[in-house]
T-cell receptor, first 120, second 109 residues
Framework: ETGVTQTPRHLVMGMTNKKSLKCEQH?????MYWYKQSAKKPLELMFV???????ENNSVPSRFSPECPNSSHLFLHLHTLQPEDSALYLC???????????????????FGAGTRLSVL | RKEVEQDPGPFNVPEGATVAFNCTYS??????FFWYRQDCRKEPKLLMS???SGNEDGRFTAQLNRASQYISLLIRDSKLSDSATYLC??????????FGKGTRLHILP
């Protein structure tokens, strides 16, 4: 148990569906991340939130919409996905602090178990 | 050169043997380095941080070579339970984290 909980663990959805992935961390961290892991590809960072503010969006298509209502919760809203979006979606958290350039996340990350998404 | 590069393997190693693999990185200003372990269909978990002076944790030794821009992981007296994918993680600047594709390790009985 890493202290990062993701739900659901498995999700099958059609291309016209709307669904949301949820992540909750109980570690007192203030930085949260969404990653995508496809077969035979490295982990791809999608979004970063430091102190509830989105600080990174790695050219992710708009059919993925993140939401961070507080430092413990992170959502990924999905709509009109494509079959190639099928993957393992991992949430992670870490401790962040304020640096000269703003929020700086410490880089030891704790991952949730992931949501395995299949888009039909 | 890719930002972070690892030999994907698989490395098939008999139980009890010593195995080592490297990870190269392109940004010489990279600040932090880590090894994560990911079991099949599970999430990545931190194995160890990599310090400039090298560090050891039981059977695992991690080293950093800044001149040649690589980090290494050495596993001694390998166990069946060491079978996993080992991910190299590099932090080229404060707000960026890059994962390698991972090296698959199979320990054979």
């Amino acid at each position: 148990e890493t202290g990062v909980t993701q739900t659901p663990r498995h999700l099958v959805m059609g291309m016209t569906n709307k669904k949301s992935l949820k992540c909750e961390q109980h570690l007192g961290h203030n930085a949260m991340y969404w990653y995508k892991q496809s077969a035979k590809k490295p982990l791809e960072l999608m979004f970063v939130y430091n102190f509830k503010e989105q600080t990174e969006n790695n050219s992710v298509p708009s059919r993925f919409s993140p939401e961070c209502p507080n430092s413990s919760h992170l959502f990924l809203h999905l709509h009109t996905l494509q079959p190639e979006d099928s993957a393992l979606y991992l949430c992670a958290s870490s401790q962040a602090s304020w640096g000269l350039a703003g929020a700086v996340a410490k880089n030891i990350q704790y991952f949730g178990a992931g949501t395995r998404l299949s888009v039909l | 050169r890719k930002e972070v590069e690892q030999d994907p393997g698989p490395f098939n190693v008999p139980e009890g043997a010593t195995v080592a693999f490297n990870c190269t990185y392109s940004n010489s200003a990279s600040q932090s380095f880590f090894w994560y372990r990911q079991d099949c269909r599970k999430e990545p978990k931190l194995l160890m941080s990599v310090y400039s002076s090298g560090n050891e944790d039981g059977r695992f030794t991690a080293q950093l070579n800044r001149a040649s821009q690589y980090i290494s992981l050495l596993i001694r007296d390998s166990k069946l339970s060491d079978s996993a994918t080992y991910l190299c993680v590099v932090n080229p600047r404060d707000d960026k984290i890059i994962f390698g594709k991972g090296t698959r390790l199979h320990i054979l009985p």
